[in-house]
């Protein structure tokens, strides 16, 4: 089984930066492909990046385009959202997902996953 623990959001101004983190326990195989998916209230989940380590492949989402990046500590088997120029709109629950390699499914898809964290609420301030 694989666990995953998040952390670092919070509320922030428009405009300011937040850094989330999630770390991977448990089987690798289980974790090969890491993403952060959001949902804001009344809203679809939706992809914002993803992360594989096989190959170390990045697939943005609409979101992350511009703004948003993914980074990893491979020792800690940790992902990294670093969010930039925030807006009210990014407000939402970021959920951090892991899911094993299988590269005949897109990343951006809910189905590319297996296991979730519990979710970090990040607010934006206009």
């Known amino acids: 089984q694989v666990q995953l623990v998040e952390s670092g959001g919070g509320t922030v101004q428009a405009g ?4 989330l983190s999630c770390a991977a326990s448990g089987p690798t195989s289980g974790s090969d492909t890491m993403g952060w998916f959001r949902q ?3 809203m679809e989940r939706e992809f914002v990046v993803a ?4 190959d170390r ?7 992350a385009k ?3 990046s993914i980074s990893r500590d491979t020792a800690r088997r940790t992902v990294y959202l670093q969010m930039n120029s925030l807006k009210p709109e990014d407000t939402a629950v970021y959920y951090c997902a892991a899911g094993p390699g299988r590269p ?3 990343s ?11 979710g970090t609420q990040v607010t934006v301030s206009s």
């Not at 992360?51 to 096989?54: D, I, L, M, V």
Request: aromatic fraction near 22%; charged fraction near 15%.
């Open 51 to 54: 992360f594989r380590w096989s």
């Open 108 to 118: 951006s898809l809910r189905s590319a996953y297996t296991y979730w964290g519990q």
């Open 40 to 42: 804001a209230p009344g």
């Open 16 to 19: 300011g930066s937040l850094r």
């Open 57 to 63: 492949s990045t697939t943005y989402g609409d979101p």
């Open 104 to 106: 005949w499914i897109s």
């Open 66 to 68: 511009g703004r948003f």
